[in-house]
């Protein structure tokens, strides 16, 4: 897939691929800006989310090469929330992977903070396999009282909810 679009302001379609990555800061950034997100805020989030498609784009690779990376950005009241779909093979990037774990156990040194990072970063994730995608979705509260965003409405199989 060597296509990009902008399907419309809250959404874009890249390549799986390592110089998408840049593209997805951009939008992420400019999303975060039009949703009046702190400067704190928009770190947190662009982190995790460089993370979670890093880990996407090396570990979900489907049999036949590439694949695409779709990202909606939905701006609510109180939170903003992030899904993130690929049609690779079934991967959960919330997850550490076999490499990792193998690192952690053999070394017992940094390594596999990838997970770790992501629940530091966020307020919800969840992740799913459905109809042959993966699905993410991420949520960052506008302000510490809040505890419901468009994640909290999804079917989960993983979940990472702030205290």
Same mark, same amino acid.
């Given at each position: 897939?060597?296509? +990009? $679009?902008?399907?419309?302001?809250? /959404?874009?379609?890249?390549?799986?691929?390592?110089?998408?990555? +840049?593209? !997805?800061?951009?939008? *992420?950034?400019?999303?975060?800006?039009?949703?009046?997100?702190?400067?704190?805020?928009?770190?947190?989030?662009?982190?995790? !989310?460089?993370? #979670?498609?890093?880990?996407?784009?090396?570990?979900? $690779?489907?049999? @036949? @090469?590439?694949?695409?990376?779709?990202?909606?950005?939905?701006? /609510?009241? /109180?939170?903003?929330? !992030?899904?993130?779909?690929?049609?690779? #093979?079934?991967?959960?990037?919330?997850?550490?992977?076999?490499? /990792?774990?193998? *690192?952690?156990?053999?070394? =017992? $040194?940094?390594?596999?903070? @990838?997970?770790?990072? !992501?629940?530091?970063?966020?307020?919800?994730?969840?992740? =799913? $396999?459905?109809? @042959?995608?993966?699905?993410?979705?991420?949520?960052?509260?506008?302000?510490?009282?809040?505890? =419901?965003?468009?994640?909290?409405? =999804?079917?989960?199989?993983? +979940?990472?909810?702030?205290?």
């Amino acid at each position: 897939m060597n296509r +990009e $679009r902008t399907v419309s302001k809250n /959404e874009i379609l890249l390549p799986a691929t390592f110089s998408s990555l +840049e593209k !997805i800061s951009d939008f *992420v950034q400019s999303r975060s800006h039009q949703s009046h997100l702190s400067f704190k805020k928009t770190w947190e989030v662009m982190l995790a !989310i460089d993370e #979670i498609c890093c880990n996407i784009i090396a570990h979900a $690779r489907p049999l @036949g @090469g590439q694949h695409a990376l779709y990202l909606t950005w939905q701006d /609510e009241p /109180e939170a903003v929330t !992030i899904f993130v779909s690929d049609k690779g #093979i079934p991967f959960n990037p919330l997850l550490p992977c076999t490499e /990792e774990k193998e *690192v952690l156990e053999e070394n =017992r $040194r940094l390594g596999g903070m @990838g997970p770790h990072l !992501i629940e530091k970063m966020l307020d919800k994730v969840s992740y =799913r $396999r459905e109809n @042959g995608f993966n699905h993410l979705c991420l949520c960052k509260f506008k302000s510490r009282r809040n505890n =419901r965003c468009a994640c909290s409405s =999804r079917k989960k199989t993983t +979940e990472k909810t702030a205290e």
